[in-house]
């Protein structure tokens, strides 16, 4: 009898996460494994019956690898350590969600996730003595000892484009034009986009800045004879007066946003210089996958397949160097990725003349 993998995705969906789950499926088939899809992350283990899925390769003969989102489901605000109820109360629901996926009869659980989901899933395969490894993926590309994560690419492609829409519409109006785009506390998306989409202005949460300096830039930028300014602003970046942006959702939760709008009136009255405002938000994490974010994914979930059937454990599988390879994932959570101020690409910016506002 073949043994069982479970696999789930967790937190904030992304590009690339279809194109992981297929290849995680392909390789554990050829090793002589079943697998069960798990829907929407943990939460899918409180229903009853836990909602699961077996997924075969035939299930992936189609286009699923080209499509966005998840075909598991997922959830970013179900903690099961501190779970929402109906009343308003929290409750620590860890061990109804470990009875569950030991009720599955799985002999290890391959987690899709960023470093928040990998926080809850590692506490619950310690406390339950499930055998997990982690896939990371993120569009804010923070998970630690990976080059990269699943669904970064394609979100950079995203605000790289979107700099490449601003720009005639900018240069047509005389205007400067603002891109908000996402991140949470790393500013790598705007870093990364910034450059390849060349922003004049790159604001990221590690480096802080003057709307002075911001000024001094455009204006520069004017008397050279440019009659228009990008700038791109990670959603983390906090206002001159050391407070972070943020939205706040229908039950209290947040997120970050508003930096964009918050600056544009600040940045025009510096300037002098007609500015709009654009918030890229979620179509960051939506659409086809880029051919980097396919290979990647193929790359990772093949390896975590083949982890699992090694034994290996306790394991992230990660992208080091132009190849996939395994890490504590204790230590790729330790810390956040953020951006290197110092860093090379930062470096590569300030060479091609972009301004941090600093
Ligand atoms: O972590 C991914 C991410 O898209 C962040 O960049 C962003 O701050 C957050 O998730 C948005 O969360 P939600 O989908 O809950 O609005």
Known sequence: MSKTIGILTSGGDCAGLNAAIRAVVFRAHQLGW????????????????????????????????????????????????????D????????????????????EALIGVGGDGSFDILTRLATQGGINFVGIPKTIDNDVGLTDVSIGFDTAVAVATEALDRLQPTAASHDRVMILEVMGRD??????????????????????????EKIAEKI???KTSGRNFALIIVSEAVKG????????????????YGG???YLGPKIAE?????????????????????????????ALGVKAAELVNDGKFGRMVAWQNRQAVDVSI???????????????????????????GD
């Open 87 to 106: 009343d308003g109360s929290v409750k620590d629901r860890s061990e109804e969600l470990i009875a569950a996926a030991k009720g599955l009869g799985i």
């Open 186 to 211: 790393a500013g790598h998306i705007a870093l990364t986009a910034g450059i390849a989409g060349g922003a004049d202005v790159i604001l990221v949460p590690e480096v802080s800045y003057t709307i």
């Open 240 to 255: 001159p007066d050391g407070e972070a942006r943020e939205v706040v959702f229908h039950g209290g939760e947040t997120r």
């Open 270 to 298: 510096a300037t002098g210089s007609e500015t709009r405002v654009t918030v890229l938000g979620h179509v960051q994490r939506g659409g086809s996958p880029t051919y980097n974010d396919r290979l990647l994914a193929s």
């Open 34 to 85: 079943k697998v069960l899809g798990i829907e929407t992350g943990t939460a899918g283990l409180f229903d009853s019956p836990p909602k699961v899925r077996e997924l075969k390769p035939k299930d992936f003969s189609g286009n699923v690898m080209r499509l966005g989102g998840t075909i598991l489901g997922t959830t970013n605000n179900r903690n099961p350590f501190e779970y929402p109820m």
């Open 330 to 356: 204790a230590d790729a959570i330790k810390d956040c990725h953020t951006v290197e101020p110092q860093g090379a690409l930062v470096k590569t910016a300030r060479a091609l003349g972009i301004s941090f």
């Open 219 to 221: 204006k520069s930028l």
């Open 259 to 261: 930096i964009g709008h």
